[in-house]
Structures are given as C-alpha cells and as structure tokens.
C-alpha cells in the first residue's frame, strides 16, 4: 500500500508529531503546502493542527485524493483529547472539511499539542487576545473545556507533546 504522511502546522507542534511518526513508521512525510497530486497514494496520513475551528490544510488535501483513498486523520490540539466534549467538538469541525463517503471509511485519531504565545503572529495574537477576554467574562458552567484550557494557557508557553501517543496510532492503522 503506497503511503504518505502530509501535516499542515502554523507553528510546529503538528509537524514535529508527523515528523517522528515518519521516523517511526519509514513513510514519506511533507507539507500540505507542497502537494500537488495524490492519486498514485492508497492510504495518506493527515496530521492537522486544529485553527479557528478547523484542521489546517485538511479541506485542499481532501480535494486532491482519488475517491479510493485510504485517509487517516490525526488532528493537533491544545484541548485534552480525552474530553468527550472536546472530541465532539473536533469531528463536527473535520465532517465540515471531509466529504461524508470519504469521511465514513476514515479513521480519525486526537493529538494534544501547545502553544508558545510569544510566537504567534499579529493576527494570531490578537484573535486569542480577543476570545480569551470574551470567554473570561463567560460564568464557568458556560465555558467549555476548549475555554478553559485556552484560559488556563493564555500568554504563556505549553507542550503537551507525547510522542509514546503515536505507538496506538502505528498500531491501528
């Protein structure tokens, strides 16, 4: 089976997971920037930093596999992975970007990343400025664990980065 490993990373954290998972794995790994035809891969390996309610690059991937693609996707987020909510949240934001007969044979598996506050761009800095005042002024029942975790990390750096998390993907796919 003719595989490939492609991320869409804003600041790194995505591309240093898909990174060891080719390590790993001896599969080819490269930016969704720098695709331009998919139709020779059966399966490719999706990893995608979760943005402004959506998974970076997922949509312009999707739409340049061949209808037999095998996609696996591995999404890279701030939130804990294992919050039920959380996860929810995440696969409305992937079946707004994958097709649903894509979406039905794909397997979808949840990273948590970081972020480094100092990093980010004008526009970047300024959105999470902007929503963390917003949801600050929310009563907690209100805020979800997405909010939290963004209150909880606002201004500072974190790396929740765990690369043993890779073994179960490796093994299930």
């Known amino acids: 089976m003719k595989t490939l490993i492609i991320y869409g ?9 898909a990174e060891k998972f080719a390590e790993m794995t001896d599969i080819p790994v490269v930016s969704h ?3 331009k035809i998919l139709a020779e891969y059966d ?5 995608g930093g979760l943005y402004a309610g959506g998974v970076k690059g997922l949509k312009n991937t999707v739409k340049k596999l061949s209808p037999n693609t095998k996609l696996v996707i ?14 929810s949240n995440i696969r409305n934001s992937i079946r ?13 598996f949840h990273l948590r990343g970081g972020i480094d506050y100092q990093k980010l761009n004008f526009k970047h800095k300024t959105m999470m400025t902007l929503l963390y005042n917003k949801v600050k002024k929310l009563p ?3 805020q979800t664990v997405e ?6 990390t606002f201004n500072s750096k974190v790396d929740f980065v765990d690369f043993n998390s890779l073994n179960y993907i490796a093994e299930n796919i």
Request: charge should be negative.
């Open 43 to 47: 399966r490719v390996i999706y990893f």
């Open 147 to 152: 909010m939290k975790a963004m209150i909880e």
């Open 140 to 142: 907690e029942e209100k």
């Open 74 to 87: 591995v999404t890279v987020g701030l939130a804990d992975v294992c919050d039920e909510e959380n996860i």
């Open 9 to 17: 990373s804003q600041y790194g954290t995505t591309k240093r997971y």
């Open 96 to 108: 707004r970007q994958v097709p649903e007969p894509l979406l039905k044979t794909a397997s979808v």
């Open 33 to 35: 920037e720098d695709i």
